[in-house]
């Protein structure tokens, strides 16, 4: 009987491992260039893209800071004039922090069809907008593609703990989330 005790409590230890993923590999963060600005998603802040000439711009909603344990989306991040992306900004700690010392955890680029098909932006050595979905496979190899028939196509590049996706709308290329997951229990502001 004690044996059967020691087996269950062994198996029952080895499933609790494998089920939080303690052997899961946190992976590599894309290479994100901003008009030849790295940015890293999971590292940086808005604050160590300021003598890049980078801001932070909050829409005229007033945040200064985050409170602790909290996250906030929706900030945009501009250089001269000009926005390039949206941010979401992780305040992990458990004091208030203020909002350009926060940690990047997802970039955001939008209307790239359209008002912003001119950024300068690299993901990987590679300036993706424009591009057919043909070339985009091409230039990511490793890219899974979604083989939806639907007008709206979500494609993903996936490493550990990060990602990029790419949605065409109508076979043209609209958004891209380059994003490092992040604990989203965290009360968002």
């Not at 290479?31 to 801001?55: H, I, K, N």
């Not at 000009?82 to 010392?101: A, H, M, P, Q, W």
């Not at 993903?156 to 989203?184: C, E, M, N, P």
């Amino acid at each position: 009987m004690k044996m059967i005790k020691k087996i269950l409590c062994i198996s029952t230890f080895l499933a609790a491992v494998l089920l939080t993923g303690c052997g899961s590999e946190p992976g590599t963060p894309p290479e994100v260039l901003l008009d030849g600005t790295s940015v890293v998603v999971g590292e940086s802040t808005p604050a160590s893209l300021s003598d890049a000439g980078f801001e932070t711009d909050d829409l005229g909603a007033m945040i200064y800071e985050l409170p602790e344990r909290s996250w906030v989306s929706s900030i945009f991040l501009k250089k001269d004039g000009k926005t390039y992306t949206s941010l979401s900004l992780v305040n992990d700690t458990k004091e208030s922090k203020f909002l350009g010392s926060c940690v990047i955890e997802e970039l955001s680029f939008y209307a790239l069809d359209d008002t912003n098909a001119d950024l300068n932006i690299s993901i990987n050595g590679v300036n993706p907008i424009g591009m057919t979905q043909e070339e985009l496979k091409a230039a990511y190899p490793d890219l899974e593609m979604d083989d939806n028939e639907g007008d709206y196509l979500f494609h993903y590049l996936k490493d550990g703990d990060y990602s990029v996706r790419f949605q065409y709308s109508l076979g043209v290329l609209t958004d891209i989330v380059v994003a490092h997951d992040f604990d989203k229990s965290y009360e968002t502001k």
